[in-house]
C-alpha cells in the first residue's frame, strides 16, 4: 500500500518566522494530498489540499507546493504566530479508493 | 457547533469486554470512515463506508466491526477487547468519496484498556 513520509517530525521557531514541512510518498497512482493540523487532545482539521494535477496552492499563510515526478510536497507556512503550534499530517489517497493514508506527522512549536 | 458526533469522549475497558463506538454526522454526507490513533501508528485507516455499504476495510482483525444503522451513522462495535487496542478513534465523514472533498474529523473517543 501507499507509505507516506513527512520530515522532520519536529520543528522549534521563533514567532514570524517562516517553516517548510515535506512529505513524499510512494505510490504513483495517489492523487489527492489533504493536509491536517490537530492540536493536543483535538480532532484534525482540514487546512489544505492539492491534487496531482496541479504544481501550486495558496491559501493565506499556506502554500503547498506538488512535484509529481519526484512524489514530493512540501507545506510551507509563513509568518508563523503560536496558534499555528500543531501536529501537521499529510496524507494521500489514491483514485477508487476511499482511503487515506497519512504520515506520521509534523510537531511545530512557535515561541512567543 | 460539532457536526460529527462521536461518543463517548472517554472509555476505560477491561481486558476481553466488549464496546461500541458511536459515531453520529450532521453534515448531509454519504461516506464515512473510521481512523485509529495510537502512540505506535500515528493515524491508520479502519474502514470506509458509502451510502452504508463496506467499502474499503484495512483493519486485519474481525474484532472490529462497524455497524451502519442509518445513513448518518457508522458505529464502531470492538470485541475481545485487547490493551493494544487502546487509542484514540477518529470517526470522519466526506460528501462523496475521499478524492472529491477531504473528509472532515470527529473529536475522537480515547479508548483504554486495563
Known amino acids: 500500500g501507499e507509505q507516506v513520509e513527512q520530515l522532520p517530525s519536529s520543528l522549534i521557531v521563533q514567532e514570524g518566522a517562516s517553516v517548510l514541512i515535506n512529505c513524499s510518498y510512494t505510490?504513483?497512482?495517489?492523487?489527492?494530498f489533504p493536509w491536517y493540523k490537530q492540536e493536543p487532545g483535538k480532532r484534525l482539521q482540514f487546512i489544505i489540499d492539492?491534487?496531482?494535477?496541479?504544481e501550486r496552492k495558496q491559501t493565506q499563510r499556506l502554500t503547498l507546493l506538488f512535484d509529481k515526478k519526484t512524489k514530493h510536497l512540501s507545506l510551507h507556512i509563513t509568518a508563523t504566530q503560536p496558534g499555528d503550534s500543531a501536529i501537521y499530517f499529510c496524507?494521500?489517497?489514491?483514485?477508487?479508493?476511499?482511503?487515506?493514508?497519512f504520515g506520521s506527522g509534523t510537531k511545530l512549536t512557535v515561541e512567543p | 457547533d460539532p457536526k460529527i458526533i462521536q461518543k463517548p469522549k472517554y472509555l476505560v475497558a477491561v481486558t476481553g469486554s466488549e464496546k461500541i463506538l458511536i459515531c453520529e454526522q450532521y453534515?448531509?454526507?454519504?461516506?464515512m470512515y473510521w481512523y485509529r490513533q495510537s502512540a505506535k501508528k500515528p493515524l491508520e485507516f479502519m474502514f470506509s463506508?458509502?451510502?452504508?455499504?463496506?467499502?474499503d476495510n484495512q483493519t486485519a482483525s474481525s474484532r472490529f466491526q462497524p455497524q451502519s444503522s442509518k445513513k448518518n451513522h457508522l458505529d464502531l462495535q470492538i470485541t475481545a477487547l485487547k490493551p493494544d487496542d487502546s487509542a484514540t478513534y477518529f470517526c470522519a465523514s466526506s460528501q462523496q468519496g475521499i478524492n472529491n472533498q477531504a473528509p472532515l474529523f470527529g473529536e475522537g473517543t480515547r479508548l483504554s484498556v486495563l
Open positions: 492539492i491534487r496531482s494535477n496541479m
Open positions: 496524507s494521500a489517497s489514491m483514485a477508487n479508493y476511499n482511503v487515506l493514508y
Open positions: 463506508y458509502s451510502y452504508q455499504k463496506l467499502m
Open positions: 453534515l448531509g454526507h454519504n461516506a
Open positions: 505510490d504513483s497512482a495517489s492523487v489527492y
